[in-house]
């Protein structure tokens, strides 16, 4: 059974620090490219983080850039991400998502449609007090 698993989420304040991580199953992990997307509620799904097949190339949203660092295990099929400095407005449902499909910028990691996920996450829940 193919699936990826979050985990890592939690309340912490302003300011603080967490670390995600998402571990998969069933299928060839650095055959994928994997990505976090994060859903608050009543907005839609959004990109966050994105990474290549190897690591060797990333792609954060400009809201998280400079706090927010991907990074992936292939040895260990698990992806991270590692967020500090977070503030309120970070507070949402955090998924792990995995495609086939390699790409650049926002047009590929913006969305779950650019980045034609394969495999969702149940989610991992972020809360961020003020």
């Known amino acids: 059974q193919v699936q990826v698993l979050e985990s890592g989420g939690g309340l912490v304040q302003a300011g603080g620090s967490l670390r995600l991580s998402c571990t998969a199953s069933?299928?060839?992990?650095?055959?994928?490219?994997m990505g976090w997307f994060r859903q608050a509620p009543g907005k839609e799904r959004e990109g966050v983080s994105c990474i290549s097949w190897s690591g060797s190339s990333t792609w954060h949203a400009d809201s998280v850039k400079g706090r927010f660092t991907i990074s992936r295990d292939n040895a260990k099929n698990t992806l991270y991400l590692q967020m500090n400095s977070l503030k309120p407005e970070d507070t949402a449902m955090y998924y792990c998502?995995?495609?086939?499909?390699?790409?650049?910028?926002?047009?590929?990691?913006?969305?779950?449609?650019?980045?034609?996920?394969?495999?969702w996450g149940q989610g991992t829940q972020v809360t961020v007090s003020s």
């Open positions: 998502a995995a495609s086939l499909f390699g790409g650049t910028g926002g047009s590929w990691c913006g969305t779950p449609t650019g980045f034609r996920v394969r495999v």
């Open positions: 069933g299928l060839i992990f650095d055959n994928y490219v």
